[in-house]
């Protein structure tokens, strides 16, 4: 079964960068709207930022300035570049798609395992 898969978390300190990456772990037909949600500790998953399959971009307002997201509709994978960070991004970042496997399959969302984003002051 097709799963997304997220690559790129790790430990860095504040300021520093990283940049998460994205992509089903099978060949699939297309994706619509994919993002990026977090999930801190005692918190509920909020979006971070979004993109649709033509470039429309939505970004939660903390993150607006620092963090940018792009994709590759070729190989249906996104990216969320993160600059300036701050403690606050400390989260478990978790990849979001909207798939469609086939040609005629209904699309549906899909979501990653998640990969832990550490920044440390």
Avoid: H
């Avoid at 799963?3 to 992509?23: D, K, M, N, P, T």
């Avoid at 600059?83 to 979001?96: F, G, I, R, W």
């Amino acid at each position: 079964q097709v799963q997304l898969v997220e690559s790129g978390g790790g430990l860095v300190q504040v300021g520093g960068s990283l940049r998460l990456s994205c992509a089903p772990s099978g060949s699939i037909f297309g994706a619509a709207t994919m993002g990026w949600y977090r999930q801190a500790p005692g918190n509920q998953r909020e979006l971070v930022a979004s993109s649709t399959s033509d470039g429309r971009t939505n970004y939660a307002d903390s993150v607006k300035g620092r963090f940018t997201i792009s994709r590759d509709n070729a190989k249906n994978t996104i990216y969320l570049q993160m600059n300036s960070l701050k403690p606050e991004d400390t989260a478990v970042y978790y990849c979001n798609g909207n798939l469609q496997l086939t040609r005629f399959a209904i699309a549906r969302t899909y979501w990653g395992r998640g990969t832990q984003v550490t920044v440390s002051s």
